[in-house]
């Protein structure tokens, strides 16, 4: 039973951060979208980073068990 229910709790967890993750992607394609608009090329090469790094977290929640 003790199993369940840490399994049920990683679930839980796992589908959480992806929540999160999900706004901080919209979030910060938003901040990309306006520094493309002002031509901001510092903005722009710090928003792909994360955009890169906000990626690689969901692609390893989502290839995980």
Known sequence: ???????????DLK?????VLRMELDYELAVLFEALE????????ASKEKL???RQELLSLTDGP
């Open 52 to 54: 890169g790094m906000i």
């Open 1 to 11: 039973m003790k199993q369940v229910i840490q399994v049920t709790r990683k679930r």
């Open 38 to 45: 002002e031509q901001n090329t510092n903005i722009i090469t």
């Open 15 to 19: 589908t959480e951060r992806m929540a």
